[in-house]
């Protein structure tokens, strides 16, 4: 089986900062993309960044120059700076990868969540 396992979140005042990571374990022979997506209470998941096996890059517009994701391939690791952290920012944040576990069909990379870390922002 495979596991997300998050970490970093927290409570700030605005303006500060956290690091957020998230570590894969399990069965993996590739991930594909992986990414953190975050949800408010009341309001629907929706995206924050996203970065693929090669380092290219997604961020919601608004979060652009505040927040910067980054991997690690060999440790199976995403994580996510943030900055600039406004009270909106306050959500859950998951971490989300495409994973390719072995003995699943050649090739085929599933979507996988981790159980999410809270982030409050004070204003």
């Known amino acids: 089986q495979v596991q997300l396992v998050e970490s970093g979140g927290g409570l700030v005042q605005a303006g500060g900062s956290l690091s957020l990571s998230c570590a894969a374990s399990?069965?993996?022979?590739?991930?594909?993309?992986m990414g953190w997506y975050r949800q408010a209470l009341g309001k629907q998941r929706e995206l924050v960044a996203t970065?693929?096996?090669?380092?290219?890059?997604n961020y919601a517009d608004s979060v652009k120059g505040r927040f910067a994701i980054s991997r690690d391939n060999a440790k199976k690791t995403v994580y996510l700076q943030v900055n600039s952290l406004k009270p909106e920012d306050t959500a859950v944040y998951y971490c989300?990868?495409?994973?390719?576990?072995?003995?699943?069909?050649?090739?085929?990379?599933?979507?996988?969540w981790g159980q999410g870390t809270q982030v409050t922002v004070s204003s």
């Open positions: 970065i693929t096996h090669i380092g290219r890059k």
């Open positions: 989300y990868a495409e994973i390719y576990v072995a003995g699943d069909a050649y090739g085929v990379h599933r979507g996988y």
């Open positions: 399990g069965s993996i022979v590739s991930i594909s993309v």
